[in-house]
C-alpha cells in the first residue's frame, strides 16, 4: 500500500501550469489534512522540515482536503479500511494510535471542520497555524477527542495561545469558509493528488521534495542544498 492518503473526490483533470504564485523568494508548501493519517506518521519530518526552513524560506501549510463534506457515518468497509492504514502507519512510523474512534459507528469523517479550523488560526497569527495543525493531529490520533466538534476545536486552539472568541468568530466566518475552499483549490491546481506532500518554489519554478510519506534523513541534502542555492 502507498505511504499516502489518497484525496476523495479529486478532479484529476487539474493541471499543475494552474497553480498559483506563492510570491519572491523561496517557499515551501505543506499540503495535508489534520485527519490524514500518513501526514501524523509524517508530523516529525515535517517539524524538521520547518526548522530547517527558518530564516530561509517562507513555510506554508496549505489544507488539502481528505475528505471534505462527508456527510454520512462510516461504514464497517470504511473503518476497516482506515484502521488498516492506521495500524500501517503506526508500525512504520512509531506515531502513537488510539483505536477506540473505531467504536463509534456513527462518527462523520468530514475533514473540512479541521482544515478550517487550522485556516481560522493562519488568518489570527499565520505563525501558529502549524502548531494548530499539530495539535489537531495528536487530539485524534492519540487522544481520541472528536476534533470535528466547533468546541473541541475552541478548547485545542486555545492551548496555543488563541483566544477562544476569536477563533469562534473566525472559524465561523464566511472569510475563513471561502479561504479554506481556496487552499482546496489551490491543492488542486499544483497537481496534488495525496497527502503528504511537499513542494519547494522559487522564481515561478516548483518541485515536490515529497509525494507521500519520506524521513526526514531522506529529504534532508537535497533540502539542504535547495536552501543553500
Not at 7 to 25: E, H, K, M, T
Request: aromatic content about 12%; charged content about 25%.
Amino acid at each position: 500500500m502507498s505511504d499516502v492518503c489518497t484525496i476523495d473526490g479529486l478532479d484529476a483533470s487539474s493541471s499543475a501550469g494552474q497553480a498559483f504564485d506563492p510570491g519572491p523568494g523561496k517557499h515551501v508548501l505543506f499540503f495535508g489534512d489534520p485527519m490524514c493519517s500518513w501526514c501524523w506518521g509524517f508530523e516529525p519530518e515535517l517539524q524538521q522540515l520547518a526548522d530547517l526552513s527558518a530564516g530561509r524560506a517562507q513555510f506554508q501549510v496549505v489544507m488539502g482536503g481528505l475528505r471534505p463534506g462527508t456527510r454520512e457515518p462510516w461504514d464497517a468497509s470504511m473503518r476497516a479500511y482506515i484502521r488498516h492504514h492506521w495500524e500501517e502507519v503506526q508500525a512504520k512510523t512509531g506515531q502513537p494510535f488510539d483505536f477506540t474512534r473505531f467504536n463509534d459507528a456513527d462518527f462523520i469523517y468530514d475533514t473540512e471542520p479541521t482544515c478550517r479550523a487550522v485556516v481560522a488560526v493562519r488568518q489570527s497569527n499565520p505563525k501558529l497555524a502549524l502548531d494548530m495543525y499539530k495539535v489537531l493531529q495528536r487530539a485524534f490520533y492519540a487522544e481520541n477527542k472528536d476534533i470535528n466538534s466547533p468546541d473541541v476545536l475552541a478548547a485545542l486552539a486555545t492551548q496555543i495561545g488563541i483566544d477562544e472568541t476569536q477563533f469562534r468568530i473566525q472559524f465561523d466566518s464566511a472569510e475563513v469558509r471561502d479561504k479554506v475552499a481556496s487552499d482546496f483549490r489551490r491543492t488542486q491546481a499544483f497537481g496534488v493528488q495525496g497527502f503528504p506532500s511537499v513542494l519547494c518554489a522559487e522564481g515561478g519554478q516548483y518541485a515536490f521534495l515529497a509525494l507521500g510519506y519520506r524521513t526526514f534523513a531522506s529529504m534532508r541534502d537535497d533540502f539542504s542544498s535547495w536552501l543553500d542555492a
